[in-house]
C-alpha cells in the first residue's frame, strides 16, 4: 500500500507544481478532495489534501480514504530522504510519523485517528520534516478551515 501513497504523492505534486498562471498561490492553503485511479492496481484511491511549500519545494498532506474506513495520514514532497516528520494541532502535544523514506512520511491507524479527530476541531497544524542530516526542509502552519467539508464528501 505504501507504493499507492507513493502513487498519489506523485501526483499530487504534479499538480500542485503547475506553471505559476497567478492563481497557483490561491491553491495553497485550500483543502481538496479528489479521486483517481491506481495504475498498478487499478483501484480507485480517494484523498482529502492540502499543499504548501517551503523555499522551492512542494509539499502534499493528505489521509488517504480506504475501503476498510482507514484513512491514513501521508506527507509527501520532493526527492530526496525524509529523516522525520511532526504535526502539531493547535496547542496540542506533536505527533510523529510512524514511518520515513525518500519524499514522503507517513502516519499508522492510531495516529492517523487521532489527527483525524484533532484536524476535524483544530484551527491550524504545524508541520516540520527533517531531512536525512536532521536539517528541517519543512517548518509551517497549515490551515484546518475547510478540512471537515472537503473530508465529508467521501
Given at each position: 500500500m505504501i507504493?499507492?501513497?507513493?502513487?498519489l504523492?506523485?501526483?499530487?505534486l504534479?499538480?500542485?507544481?503547475a506553471?505559476d498562471t497567478?492563481?497557483?498561490?490561491n491553491e495553497?492553503?485550500?483543502?481538496y478532495?479528489q479521486?483517481?485511479e491506481?495504475?498498478e492496481?487499478?483501484?480507485?484511491i480517494?484523498?482529502t489534501?492540502?499543499?504548501?511549500?517551503?523555499g522551492?519545494?512542494?509539499?502534499?498532506?493528505?489521509?488517504?480514504h480506504?475501503?476498510?474506513?482507514a484513512?491514513?495520514?501521508?506527507?509527501?514532497?520532493?526527492?530526496?530522504?525524509?529523516?522525520n516528520l511532526?504535526?502539531?494541532v493547535d496547542?496540542?502535544?506533536?505527533i510523529?510519523?510512524?514511518?520515513?523514506?525518500v519524499?514522503?512520511?507517513?502516519?499508522?491507524?492510531?495516529?492517523?485517528?487521532?489527527?483525524?479527530?484533532?484536524?476535524r476541531?483544530?484551527r491550524?497544524?504545524?508541520?516540520s520534516?527533517?531531512?536525512?542530516?536532521l536539517?528541517?526542509?519543512?517548518?509551517?502552519e497549515?490551515?484546518?478551515s475547510?478540512f471537515?467539508?472537503s473530508?465529508?464528501?467521501h
Open positions: 507504493g499507492s501513497f507513493r502513487v504523492a506523485l501526483f499530487a504534479a499538480v500542485f507544481a506553471p497567478g492563481a497557483r498561490a495553497f492553503e485550500v483543502w478532495y479521486c483517481m491506481d495504475e492496481s487499478s483501484e480507485k480517494c484523498t489534501e492540502i499543499a504548501t511549500s517551503s522551492n519545494e512542494d509539499f502534499v498532506i493528505y489521509f488517504v480506504r475501503k476498510d474506513g484513512a491514513p495520514l501521508v506527507v509527501a514532497g520532493d526527492e530526496q530522504k525524509f529523516s511532526v504535526i502539531q496547542d496540542k502535544d506533536t510523529e510519523a510512524d514511518e520515513c523514506d519524499g514522503w512520511c507517513y502516519f499508522k491507524a492510531e495516529k492517523s485517528v487521532k489527527l483525524l479527530k484533532q484536524f476541531r483544530g491550524r497544524a504545524r508541520i520534516i527533517l531531512d536525512h542530516r536539517e528541517t526542509i519543512l517548518d509551517t497549515i490551515t484546518l475547510g471537515t467539508a473530508y465529508a464528501k
